[in-house]
T-cell receptor
Framework: SQTIHQWPATLVQPVGSPLSLECTVE??????LYWYRQAAGRGLQLLFY??????ISSEVPQNLSASRPQDRQFILSSKKLLLSDSGFYLC??????????????FGSGTQLSVL | ELKVEQNPLFLSMQEGKNYTIYCNYS?????LYWYRQDPGKSLESLFV?????AVKQEGRLMASLDTKARLSTLHITAAVHDLSATYFCAVGRPGGATNKLIFGTGTLLAVQP
């Protein structure tokens, strides 16, 4: 069965510090991978998605970047965090829709607080 | 641009009562999702609705989809405290091989004894 791992669960970082959040998927090959952010009391916003190694699409202009160095690894990064980067970050995966990938599966999330 | 609106944003209801959460979306889509989120937790998939007139039920929750009206409903029957959570609907962007979803703002459901 497929599983998705996301870490760390909680992170407190000062403004201006770097960020690296990691997500890995097990039990499937060539998944579509996604990073979502949830601001306090709000819905989720898609930040990045990836259809393959090294292929990253950004949905919104921002202070963050994403990378996919391996098939089942997705990393969210920042060189210098802003206060507005605080939020709950969720990694997700799906199969290609043409392969029946209608469901989106979420990781456990990272609560990031930038102080 | 695809937009998703949920209402109400907050719902306080008594145990044993029935209520409905509404989800409207602005442009055509071929799939709609309902998720549950407990405080500080990830999202749990409840329903995936893929066709007009689709109805799915799980326990006290029932979801339906009207693609012509661009409306989905999540009906709660005889609410119990364990249903207290935030419920999100999400709509898939049409086309493409990826599953990019646009989420509503969520409905915070509080079931009072």
């Amino acid at each position: 069965s497929q599983t998705i791992h996301q870490w760390p669960a909680t992170l407190v970082q000062p403004v201006g510090s770097p960020l690296s959040l990691e997500c890995t998927v097990e039990g499937t090959s060539n998944p579509n991978l996604y990073w979502y952010r949830q601001a306090a009391g709000r819905g989720l916003q898609l930040l990045f998605y990836s259809v393959g190694i090294g292929q990253i699409s950004s949905e919104v202009p921002q202070n963050l970047s994403a990378s996919r160095p391996q098939d089942r690894q997705f990393i969210l990064s920042s060189k210098k965090l802003l206060l507005s980067d605080s939020g709950f970050y969720l990694c997700a995966w799906s199969l290609l829709r043409t392969q029946g990938g209608e469901k989106l599966f979420f990781g456990s999330g990272t609560q990031l607080s930038v102080l | 641009e695809l937009k998703v609106e949920q209402n109400p944003l907050f719902l306080s209801m008594q145990e044993g009562k029935n209520y409905t959460i509404y989800c409207n979306y602005s442009t055509t889509s071929d799939r709609l999702y309902w998720y549950r989120q407990d405080p500080g937790k990830s999202l749990e998939s409840l329903f995936v609705l893929l066709s007009n007139g689709a109805v799915k039920q799980e326990g006290r929750l029932m979801a339906s989809l009207d693609t012509k009206a661009r409306l989905s409903t999540l009906h709660i029957t005889a609410a119990v405290h364990d249903l207290s959570a935030t419920y999100f609907c999400a709509v898939g962007r049409p086309g493409g091989a990826t599953n990019k979803l646009i989420f509503g703002t969520g409905t915070l459901l509080a079931v009072q004894p």
